[in-house]
């Protein structure tokens, strides 16, 4: 990206959360086998049950004398206990406080305490307890280091298991049921965008902005590899049974294979901070310099590019062999999928940062002034009036099995937007 688009872009809002203008913050994911919708606004995540602002739980957690160290530091605590040579008796005494130990507050004392009181080997004591404060002093650090939730949240095929990206430079694993840590990794780099989960549910998927694509093991946390990129990741990877497709703010997109090996390297010439749409053989893209790209997913030569004349920030959604993208001009565009050329256009009334979604056969676009409109998809016409919410957009839509279409503005609500027919929303605040 030219360095002067560069410097504009990155101008630094006075409001937390921290970040350029445009960041946009995690979209609403619904998470089905649990019943909730997981909401994120600034540095926290709710987990809400239909039609509800009542949290069955957050993130990060109001009481941390009582949320546990992560279950994967828990099952290493154990181990070592186990490694013991005391009686049985004293090794399930043990074991139930390891269980127990929270991020911060009494129970790590006590657990130390309770393992002196065995006698065991000193050097053994030691070890364990080094391991107590490691595990709660990192894990209370990584709490306080959220800072904001921009990236995409990552779910586990199951739905037990939600990813969580936080600025700050931690990943999370959540369970879905209560929102305790599974596993807690330290990038230590900044976090924008989001985690892709593979098919299988063995990998996930993530991008830095130290430049790099991490894969890492969805159950241990351990590295799989790293791939080191030209530019910032500012997006969640978009991942295929044999490939990892990344974007970068050096304007390329990378085609990765499992292993993390380089395929191919697609040069936009500008700044990209989508997320590659994959649909057959081919992959399509927007970026910074105006331009909406089709590249062949085997080997990476371009297809065609679309222009406008701002900005495609947002991710593109394909149906039926048309592609469709809101811009920053204030447009939305269907273009055709094959050929690259322009279906429609239909203006929204305000730059569209946000992707748009497809529910009840319709474009459902929302700008970044809270307008939201219903177009038909075949020639962009309005169905029904505009939907005023009075807020800024810049999140992604999110849609769910039932059709029902999910919005988080830049304020503390969650809008859940009905689009069988009008328009109409319902509006659930999020907790502050």
């Known amino acids: 990206m030219p360095a002067l688009a560069a410097v504009a872009l990155l101008a630094v809002a006075c409001a937390s959360p921290p970040g350029p203008r445009g960041w946009a913050g995690?979209?609403?994911?619904?998470v089905d086998s649990q019943d909730i919708i997981l909401a994120a606004h600034k540095n926290k995540l709710s987990a809400l049950p239909k039609d509800s602002s009542n949290a069955m739980w957050q993130f990060p957690p109001p009481d941390r004398d009582t949320y546990l160290v992560s279950q994967l530091a828990r099952d290493a605590l154990i181990d070592l206990i186990d490694g013991l040579d005391v009686?049985?008796?004293?090794?399930?005494?043990?074991?139930?406080?390891?269980?127990?130990?929270?991020?911060?507050?009494?129970?790590?004392?006590?657990?130390?305490?309770?393992?002196?009181?065995?006698?065991?080997d000193a050097d053994a004591r030691e070890q364990i307890k080094d391991a107590i404060d490691l595990a709660t002093k990192e894990e209370k650090r990584a709490l306080t280091k959220v800072r904001a939730l921009y990236g995409d949240i990552g779910v586990s095929p199951d739905g037990q298991t939600a990813f969580v990206p936080a600025y700050g430079g931690y990943v999370?694993?959540?369970?879905?049921?209560?929102g305790e840590t599974r596993w807690v990794i330290n990038t230590n780099s900044v976090l924008i965008g989001g985690v892709a989960v593979s098919d299988d549910g063995a990998t996930v998927y993530f991008g830095t902005q130290d430049r790099r694509i991490y894969a890492v093991d969805a159950e241990t946390a351990a590295k799989r590899w790293e791939f080191k990129t030209g530019g910032e990741v500012w997006a969640t990877p978009a991942v295929t049974s044999d490939a990892i497709y990344a974007t970068s703010f050096d304007g390329s997109v990378y085609r990765l294979d499992e292993d993390g090996k380089q395929r191919w390297r697609f040069d936009a010439g500008s700044g990209i901070a989508s997320t590659p749409?994959?649909?057959?053989?081919?992959?399509?893209?927007?970026?910074?310099?105006?331009?909406?790209?089709?590249?062949n997913a085997g080997d990476g030569s371009r297809n065609w590019s679309f222009s406008a004349s701002n900005w495609f920030w947002g991710d593109a959604l394909i149906d039926d062999g048309v592609v469709y993208a809101g811009n920053l001009d204030g447009t939305v565009y269907a273009i055709d999928a094959a050929t690259g050329e322009k279906k429609w256009d239909r203006a929204?009334?305000?730059?569209?940062?946000?992707?748009?979604?497809?529910?009840?056969?319709?474009?459902?676009?929302?700008?970044?002034?809270?307008?939201?409109?219903?177009?038909?998809?075949?020639?962009g016409m309005p169905q029904g009036t505009t939907l005023e919410l009075g807020?800024?957009?810049?999140?992604?839509?999110?849609?769910?099995?039932?059709?029902?279409?999910?919005?988080?503005?830049?304020?503390?609500?969650?809008?859940?937007?009905?689009?069988?027919?009008?328009?109409?929303?319902s509006t659930f605040p999020l907790p502050r």
């Open 172 to 178: 999370f694993a959540l369970d879905t049921t209560d």
């Open 87 to 120: 009686d049985e008796a004293a090794k399930d005494d043990l074991k139930q406080r390891a269980s127990d130990l929270a991020v911060q507050g009494p129970t790590a004392g006590a657990l130390k305490d309770a393992i002196d009181a065995t006698g065991a």
């Open 26 to 30: 995690a979209r609403p994911v619904r």
């Open 391 to 425: 807020v800024t957009v810049e999140a992604d839509l999110a849609r769910d099995d039932a059709q029902n279409v999910y919005m988080i503005p830049r304020s503390a609500n969650l809008f859940v937007i009905e689009a069988e027919g009008d328009l109409a929303s």
């Open 277 to 295: 749409l994959i649909d057959g053989d081919a992959l399509y893209v927007g970026a910074f310099n105006k331009k909406l790209y089709s590249i």
């Open 348 to 379: 929204a009334g305000a730059p569209v940062r946000s992707t748009p979604v497809i529910a009840h056969d319709a474009l459902i676009v929302a700008a970044r002034d809270g307008s939201v409109r219903k177009l038909a998809l075949a020639d």
